[in-house]
């Protein structure tokens, strides 16, 4: 950013207070140009009464001449105290002139003009010598005001252009600075939003990209360090979600109270969990009745193939259960009732290891583990 380690936020009101803070100048100088405009139109009034004032002034005087009347006299002195106002006011003026020529030239024309009104006020103005003198004093000020004219003319052309030209330097000074400022920070805010831009492109492709590179202390360093959290998080779900399609023990996950993704797919691995092992469970016992339905229907087989001879049938039985089951030995015994108060046992058949054997033996009831099942009459099993 054009501060590091500032927020976003405050660089918009740094901006906004350094905008403001130049319209402020630039309205400083506003007033400032204004003020100097008023003072040139102002002189410029008094500048064009000033010569009004002078030329009624030579009328009158001529007038005097012409007429020798006394009001003409009073009106030549009244235009010249009219005159005499308006240097005055001239001379009030700061035409900001580095020689000083119009306070210089407006002191000549007033000398110039008390010359002329003390000439008036001698009585006998109209006579010859007078009027020569008048003349002369009046050739005089018409000099010296046409120099004042000159200058106050050439005073408003140069100051007219310095304050276009200053005006025109200010408005373009601040124009580009105003400009270069939003222009940085347009680039900079255009720099970050493209580098999140092509981090959420990623994203919505399915990628997982690394997080986007920000200065830490603004809004976008933390939005850096947030996405940065979010991708390590979507690793660890991806790597999760591949050890729930492979065999074997599945990573250990613990989502957030508030993480919504992580709690769904621990609750689809417990149901996976649970559907395997209901499929294991369901396979074993279909295999053990399909096992259990085979061993009855062979034994079935073996039962009416066979109805005569009881050893032989004993021995085909034992035969197929041990087969069958898997083991190394087995015996069958057949009760003897003959002796109701005295039973007995009697081995009718004997396989061990793939071979009949050819065994005789009697048990009591209660004798060893076949006299204790036919007591009993309960199975036995022991491992």
């Avoid at 306070?103 to 008390?114: G, I």
Wanted: proline share 2%; glycine share 8%.
């Amino acid at each position: 950013m054009i501060i590091n380690g500032i927020t976003v936020r405050l660089k918009l009101l740094l901006t906004t207070l350094v905008t403001l803070l130049l319209l402020a100048v630039l309205s400083v100088i506003y007033l400032d140009v204004s003020h100097r405009i008023s003072l040139e139109n102002r002189l410029l009034d008094t500048r064009s009464a000033m010569l009004s004032d002078l030329r009624s002034l030579n009328g009158a005087i001529q007038q005097l001449f012409l007429s020798g009347e006394v009001q003409w006299l009073e009106i030549s002195v009244r235009n010249a105290h009219q005159l005499e106002s308006h240097l005055t006011i001239i001379s009030e003026m700061d035409p900001h002139q580095e020689d000083g020529a119009i306070p210089m030239r407006t002191d000549r024309v007033q000398t110039a003009l008390d010359h002329l009104v003390a000439a008036l006020n001698v009585p006998g103005a109209n006579d010859s010598a007078s009027r020569s003198i008048i003349q002369s004093h009046m050739m005089v000020l018409g000099e010296m005001a046409g120099d004042l004219d000159g200058s106050i003319s050439r005073e408003l052309d140069h100051s007219t252009g310095a304050i276009r030209t200053r005006l025109f330097l200010a408005m373009l000074l601040g124009i580009l600075f105003i400009g270069g400022i939003l222009v940085l920070f347009t680039i900079n805010l255009g720099k970050a939003f493209g580098k999140l831009s092509a981090f959420t492109n990623n994203l919505s492709r399915g990628r997982l990209p690394a997080a986007p590179d920000f200065e830490p202390g603004d809004e976008f360093g933390q939005m850096a360090g947030d996405l940065s959290r979010h991708v390590e998080d979507l690793s660890q779900k991806v790597s999760y979600i591949k050890s729930l399609s492979t065999e074997g023990s599945r990573e250990h996950y613990k989502p957030g109270a508030e993480d919504e993704l992580g709690n769904a797919l621990v609750v689809l691995s417990d149901y996976l969990i649970k559907k395997d092992l209901d499929e294991v469970s369901r396979n074993r016992e279909d295999k053990k009745q399909n096992w259990i339905s085979e061993g009855v229907a062979q034994m079935g087989d073996v039962l009416r193939s066979e109805r005569e001879n009881v050893t032989d049938l004993s021995y085909l039985v034992i035969q197929k259960l041990v087969n069958y089951m898997n083991v190394e030995m087995g015996s069958l015994f057949i009760t003897n009732d003959t002796d109701p108060d005295h039973l007995t046992l009697e081995l009718t058949a004997s396989y061990a290891y793939d071979r009949r054997k050819y065994l005789n033996r009697t048990l009591d009831w209660g004798d060893g583990l076949p006299g204790s099942c036919a007591m009993e009459k309960k199975r036995i099993f022991l491992t």
